[in-house]
T-cell receptor
Framework: DSGVTQTPKHLITATGQRVTLRCSPR?????VYWYQQSLDQGLQFLIQ???????AKGNILERFSAQQFPDLHSELNLSSLELGDSALYFC??????????????FGEGSRLTVL | DAKTTQPPSMDCAEGRAANLPCNHS???????VYWYRQIHSQGPQYIIH???NNETNEMASLIITEDRKSSTLILPHATLRDTAVYYC?????????????FGAGTILRVKS
């Protein structure tokens, strides 16, 4: 158990819909990362937040957005869903900032299926 | 971050040591070598990291060559549960705007 909690574990929805994935980081971790893993692709970095602020952006589509709240949990919002958005979405957390030594701890993921 | 090269797959007999190589010839002086693994569809799991000295923890050992251009992850007594994709990643430890970039990794198959 990494200490990172992701909900929901599974989600099935239709094209055009909007979903929200939630992540609770490990206690004390200030950084949250989101990754996408499709069947035929590796782990793709989407976005990073540190203590409520966006710190790094990867290949995140404009239809996707994220935020980190004052209690440090994070949400990834996916809208106008397409079949190709079906994937595993992982959240990771770490101590963060200048004092971090780089270890990320991943949750078990949210499996999104778009029909 | 420096690029890494790993073999696409490897086999290992159960109970034997698994030695997973990684080349990172363009590594910079302040970049660490990190190893993660992903067991089928689970979240990636941190294994170990190091800068220039060899490192050991309860999961594995990391051997980094003196010129730091390559490294080897050693699982001393591989079990069937070690079957996974292993990722070697090189990056500076500081985290501001410095995400982990995963490559294709090495698929390790441990066989009985």
């Amino acid at each position: 158990d990494s200490g990172v909690t992701q909900t929901p574990k599974h989600l099935i929805t239709a094209t055009g819909q909007r979903v929200t994935l939630r992540c609770s980081p490990r206690s004390g971790d200030l950084s949250v990362y989101w990754y996408q893993q499709s069947l035929d692709q590796g782990l793709q970095f989407l976005i990073q937040y540190y203590n409520g602020e966006e710190r790094a952006k990867g290949n995140i589509l404009e239809r996707f957005s994220a935020q980190q709240f004052p209690d440090l949990h994070s949400e990834l919002n996916l809208s106008s869903l397409e079949l190709g958005d079906s994937a595993l979405y992982f959240c990771a957390s770490s101590v963060g900032g200048e004092i971090g030594t780089g270890e990320l701890f991943f949750g078990e993921g949210s499996r999104l299926t778009v029909l | 971050d420096a690029k890494t090269t790993q073999p696409p797959s490897m086999d290992c007999a159960e109970g034997r040591a698994a030695n997973l190589p990684c080349n990172h010839s363009t590594i910079s002086g302040n970049e660490y070598v990190y190893w993660y693994r992903q067991i089928h569809s689970q979240g990636p799991q941190y294994i170990i990291h190091g800068l220039k000295n060899n490192e050991t923890n309860e999961m594995a050992s990391l051997i980094i060559t003196e010129d730091r251009k390559s490294s080897t992850l050693i699982l001393p007594h591989a079990t069937l549960r070690d079957t996974a994709v292993y990722y070697c990643i090189v990056r500076v430890a500081r985290e501001y705007g410095n995400k982990l970039v995963f490559g294709a990794g090495t698929i390790l198959r441990v066989k009985s």
